[in-house]
T-cell receptor, first 110, second 115 residues
Framework: EDQVTQSPEALRLQEGESSSLNCSYTVSGLRGLFWYRQDPGKGPEFLFTLYSAGEEKEKERLKATLTKKESFLHITAPKPEDSATYLCAVQASNDYKLSFGAGTTVTVRA | NAGVMQNPRHLVRRRGQEARLRCSPMKGHSHVYWYRQLPEEGLKFMVYLQKENIIDESGMPKERFSAEFPKEGPSILRIQQVVRGDSAAYFC?????????????FGEGSWLTVV
């Protein structure tokens, strides 16, 4: 069974204080690893899909990287508007559904 | 291009009533997924549908829950005889197909409260 573990559960940052979120996974063949952002009372908002080890993608202050066992979401010089829960999910090569981790809740203080 | 549309956004039902949640996928998307997010828990897969077909319902409770995606109209998640434990956020997602490069987009969710 696919497993996704995210750490830490919660992260409190000062504005401008860069940090990284971890997503460890086990899957029988990876089709894709997805990162989403979720604000309270809203649905998950798509950020990135990574397909193979070594791949990196960037969007504004966010950068996602992938190895064979884990993915990192780096937040560079975060702003208060980056406060959200960040969700990681994997899609196995022989499947279509996403298996989600529990998420990391990031709070950025001004 | 409108995103995944879900309604109602909020729904209150008394125990024993029925809840019907609707989902219109993004334009051009023929694959629909339903997920449930219980309070303080992560998103859990429930069911995957294509037009007129249920492909995988392995995550859906065997009783009281059903889903459909008719040829015309939105996908419907139906919960009969609701109980307190059904209180959760129900998210619909859609994709154009299955495979690498096909991003899965989520709607804003339907929040069900059972009183």
């Amino acid at each position: 069974e696919d497993q996704v573990t995210q750490s830490p559960e919660a992260l409190r940052l000062q504005e401008g204080e860069s940090s990284s979120l971890n997503c460890s996974y086990t899957v029988s063949g990876l089709r894709g690893l997805f990162w989403y952002r979720q604000d309270p009372g809203k649905g998950p908002e798509f950020l990135f899909t990574l397909y193979s080890a070594g791949e990196e993608k960037e969007k504004e202050r966010l950068k996602a990287t992938l190895t064979k066992k884990e993915s990192f979401l780096h937040i560079t010089a975060p702003k208060p508007e980056d406060s959200a829960t960040y969700l990681c999910a994997v899609q196995a090569s022989n499947d279509y559904k996403l298996s989600f981790g529990a998420g990391t809740t990031v709070t950025v203080r001004a | 291009n409108a995103g995944v549309m879900q309604n109602p956004r909020h729904l209150v039902r008394r125990r024993g009533q029925e809840a019907r949640l609707r989902c219109s996928p993004m334009k051009g998307h023929s694959h629909v997924y339903w997920y449930r997010q219980l309070p303080e828990e992560g998103l859990k897969f429930m069911v995957y549908l294509q037009k007129e077909n249920i492909i995988d319902e392995s995550g859906m409770p065997k009783e009281r829950f059903s889903a459909e995606f008719p040829k015309e109209g939105p996908s419907i998640l139906r919960i009969q005889q609701v109980v307190r434990g059904d209180s959760a956020a129900y998210f619909c997602a859609s994709s154009p197909a299955v495979g690498s490069g096909n991003t899965i987009y989520f709607g804003e969710g339907s929040w069900l409260t059972v009183v």
